[in-house]
């Protein structure tokens, strides 16, 4: 038994990443659209997308897990 056994089964650090994730049904302002339609929310999403295109050009993002979700199924 390794005595660095528990190093070597340490997980990766990951990096979830979908387009997706910076879209979403804000409720209230609903009323306002289409049942399900996806909104992009007015903070932040930018600097989000900032993050990832950083890890992209520097080349940190192929050190990472990147993994993306499987799609969802809206129900009528």
Same mark, same amino acid.
Request: proline share 9%; glycine share 6%; hydrophobic share 40%.
């Given at each position: 038994m390794s005595a660095n056994r528990a190093v070597d089964r340490a997980p990766g650090v990951g990096f979830y990443w979908h387009e997706r994730c910076f879209w979403h049904d804000p409720g209230a302002i609903g =009323?306002?659209? &289409? +049942? !399900?339609?996806?909104? *992009? +929310? *007015? +903070? &932040? @999403?930018? @600097? $989000?997308?900032? /993050? $990832?295109? /950083? /890890?992209? =050009?520097? !080349? /940190?993002?192929?050190e990472l897990a990147v993994r993306q979700s499987a799609g969802l199924a809206i129900a009528a």
């Open positions: =009323v306002f659209s &289409a +049942p !399900g339609e996806f909104l *992009q +929310p *007015q +903070p &932040a @999403s930018e @600097s $989000k997308r900032r /993050l $990832k295109n /950083l /890890l992209e =050009v520097s !080349g /940190l993002i192929d």
